[in-house]
């Protein structure tokens, strides 16, 4: 038994060096996985500006259905701060 879970770490090992030498773009378990845990930094910026789009619709719907319990001023302040937010999160996302 110990001697069939060396040879499959020894098997793996060889794979992902090989992966790690190789760069042909083959889709492989080690590939994957090593996406996942180490993302590409272009995907993350894709990542964040769905975040940010989705941030934004659930604070819209938030801001409207707060609008009818809200007084004027009430819902200026959140309108404003909303948008303070908006602005701020553009502002993170345009220095990465």
Known sequence: MAEQVDYVAELQRALAEQQ???GSGDVTVYGIMDDWFNPKHEL??????VQMIACILV?????STAATSLSSEDMMYA???FMVFIAAAFGVYGRL
């Open 79 to 81: 309108v404003f701060t």
């Open 20 to 22: 790690r030498s190789d």
């Open 44 to 49: 993350m910026k894709h990542v964040i500006v």
């Open 59 to 63: 604070a819209t719907f938030l801001l």
